[in-house]
T-cell receptor, first 112, second 113 residues
């Protein structure tokens, strides 16, 4: 079945450091890809998405590019802030009416 | 407009009891999905409802059930609670089926003692 693999956390960075969180996927079809963020005590918020190969999703300084050849959707940010501390989930959804499949999540802590 | 509302936010139940959780989707959204989040298993899909009908179901025992009302509000029920059912239960709403964007509520934290 479909699956998403994320790099293990936690990830601890200093403020203004560069962030990369790796995400690879396995899918039978041609999925849409997502990054969700979960702040402490909250539900999930959609951070960005990409629906076809070579699409770049971006939001709040975060970016991820849909790479079909490497089945990857790595999340990047050039300069992280303390407020970016959260758990980040990579997810996919196959075409049609299928549920989201999530990775295990990566906890990011940014220290001042 | 208002987001996805889940009630209650926190719940403590005893083993063997049953529990009902509620989810009110974003106004105009007709698809509601439920997910269970635990530290060990991560986020797992429970079921999806659209037009008052269950459209998809995850790999959970029959103790987990749900329903959707004509106003798109949804409830999920867990009977004969077990300690392992302790989790954050998240509801997500979408405009329709097959939509690529799902909006999540804050979740209901269920603790079974």
């Amino acid at each position: 079945g479909d699956s998403v693999t994320q790099m293990e956390g936690p990830v601890t960075l200093s403020e203004e450091a560069f962030l990369t969180i790796n995400c690879t996927y396995t899918a039978t079809g041609y999925p849409s890809l997502f990054w969700y963020v979960q702040y402490p005590g909250e539900g999930l918020q959609l951070l960005l998405k990409a629906t076809k190969a070579d699409d770049k999703g971006s939001n709040k300084g975060f970016e991820a590019t849909y790479r079909k050849e490497t089945t990857s959707f790595h999340l990047e940010k050039g300069s992280v802030q303390v407020s970016d501390s959260a758990v980040y989930f990579c997810a996919l959804s196959e075409r049609g009416n299928t549920p989201l499949v999530f990775g295990k999540g990566t906890r990011l802590s940014v220290i001042a | 407009k208002a987001g996805v509302t889940q009630t209650p936010r926190y719940l403590i139940k005893t083993r063997g009891q049953q529990v009902t959780l509620s989810c009110s989707p974003i106004s105009g959204h007709r698809s509601v999905s439920w997910y269970q989040q635990t530290p060990g298993q991560g986020l797992q899909f429970l079921f999806e409802y659209f037009s008052e009908t269950q459209r998809n179901k995850g790999n959970f025992p029959g103790r987990f059930s749900g329903r959707q009302f004509s106003n798109s509000r949804s409830e999920m029920n867990v009977s004969t609670l077990e300690l392992g059912d302790s989790a954050l239960y998240l509801c997500a709403s979408s405009l329709s089926r097959g939509q690529t964007e799902a909006f999540f509520g804050q979740g209901t934290r269920l603790t079974v003692v």
